[in-house]
């Protein structure tokens, strides 16, 4: 890790910010995270707030938006005007096979979600986003923080980008999944999610900006580099997404709803609740395949 002075570029140098006239956005960090007022989330949305909230999440990487109380049901249509949904028989089914249902602390097992990650990157095409919901939130603690790859990439030191120019790397879903699994639960799942490449460093497909696209979870190393070099810069790049300046954190209501952009962003659910509950939902949209 570098110390000193970042850059801290929240948008592309050639993008246009225009006045937002249908929301209320309430900035939560430098160059990433924004609260979202003025919107109801329980109703479809017109075409110009849709188009408002999608520039939002460009410039912001996730939203917030406090109180919203939705059902499962609302909360898979607001998801869907981002495009189809996607499943995941990895995780616990909530109310129908789109909704993922986190129920932890108490008397439920360990929570693993406490390290940086980006969803299902797995995937041939990883989530676009999801829609995360709490439905209980412990007296204290059980915050998540985001992370901003976009500027985890431009603070790169030169040399380190230039040795990952072009580069792909593998993910696979059994270094984040395999110890909840025996072996005849596993051997399906490796069939339906085989190892997959995907470029160290991404191109956003809306906004064209680089990000740095390997992750703890998931990544398990780089393409045509001895296991050893792989390692060690592997194990430099997944600590860019420890850095303060690059991300927000949320301390959650029940009811509050958090969107973010999976393309571009790592997230972290703190596990400081126990033994108290917390119970969460998710969607997932589908995503396209990383360039």
């Not at 699994?181 to 596993?186: H, S, W």
Request: charged letters at 25%.
């Amino acid at each position: 890790m570098y110390e000193g002075r970042r850059v801290l570029r929240r948008v592309p140098e050639d993008w246009e910010e225009r006045p937002y006239e249908h929301v209320t956005l309430v900035p939560q960090g430098r160059v990433i995270g924004a609260e979202i007022q003025g919107v109801d989330l329980t109703r479809p949305l017109a075409p110009a707030v849709r188009e408002e909230l999608n520039r939002a999440l460009l410039e912001w990487k996730v939203l917030f938006f406090r109180g919203a109380h939705l059902s499962s049901a609302q909360q898979a249509d607001f998801a869907r005007h981002w495009g189809e949904l996607e499943t995941n028989p990895l995780l616990a089914r909530g109310s129908s096979a789109e909704v993922v249902r986190f129920d932890k602390g108490g008397s439920a097992a360990p929570t693993f979600e406490n390290v940086w990650h980006a969803d299902v990157t797995f995937r041939e095409r990883p989530a676009l986003g999801a829609v995360l919901q709490l439905r209980e939130v412990p007296p204290v603690g059980g915050d998540t923080m985001w992370a901003d790859m976009a500027a985890a990439y431009d603070n790169l030191p030169e040399e380190v980008r230039e040795r990952i120019e072009g580069a792909t790397a593998v993910h696979d879903f059994l270094p984040g999944f395999a110890r909840f699994y025996g072996p005849e639960r596993l051997a399906p799942l490796q069939e339906e999610f085989p190892p997959v490449e995907h470029p160290v460093v991404r191109r956003h497909p809306e906004t064209g900006r680089r990000m740095l696209f390997v992750n703890t979870s998931f990544t398990t190393h780089i393409t045509g580099m001895d296991r050893e070099e792989s390692d060690r810069l592997l194990s430099f790049l997944v600590r860019q997404a420890h850095v303060p300046e690059y991300q927000v954190r949320f301390r959650w209501q029940a009811g509050d709803v958090a969107f973010w952009d999976n393309r571009a962003t790592q997230h972290y659910a703190i596990d400081d609740y126990f033994p108290h509950r917390r119970v969460a939902e998710r969607v997932a949209i589908a995503g396209d395949r990383p360039f």
